[in-house]
């Protein structure tokens, strides 16, 4: 399978394929790890998960891609989903009820004054947001 000869050469850009980098694969894949012992195995499930999800196809199109029944990614798809709801707060950190208004405030800033793009924070640097900061630390 052509697509699977992309993932297993650690040199080849995923992002094409998967709308993803190879880090952020890797990365997902860790989110989402499982003591599964049986089955398509956790690495099939999740790369077939994050191509149709990237794509946007019909099941149909993600089986012929990955040469499994068309049962089967429609089976992992929801599978995948609903573990990753389920899990949700192990890569996404919500804001409280009593946060709300202070991101509220935040976004409306953003919106009514734009500012131009800037490098991602460094580990120990502050947004100027305490709430923001606060969220940001514990992802």
Not at 33 to 38: F, K, M, Y
Not at 58 to 81: C, D, G
Not at 88 to 97: H, I, K, M, N
Not at 108 to 131: H, K
Request: a positive charge.
């Amino acid at each position: 399978m052509p697509i699977l000869r992309v993932w297993f050469n650690v040199e080849a850009d995923l992002r094409q394929d998967f709308r993803l980098s190879r880090r952020a694969m890797h990365a997902v894949q860790r989110l989402l790890q499982t003591d599964q012992d049986h089955g398509w195995g956790q690495a099939l499930e999740v790369l077939i998960y994050v191509y149709w999800l990237a794509h946007g196809l019909s099941y149909i199109v993600v089986a012929r891609v990955f040469n499994v029944p068309k049962s089967t990614v429609h089976r992992l798809v929801n599978k995948v989903a609903k573990y990753i709801c389920k899990n949700l707060r192990r890569a996404v950190a919500l804001p409280q009820a009593a946060e709300l208004a202070a991101v509220d405030e935040d976004v409306a800033q953003d919106l009514l004054d734009p500012q131009p793009p800037r490098e991602p924070l460094t580990v120990n640097e502050s947004s100027g947001n305490a709430t923001r900061d606060r969220l940001a630390a514990q992802v």
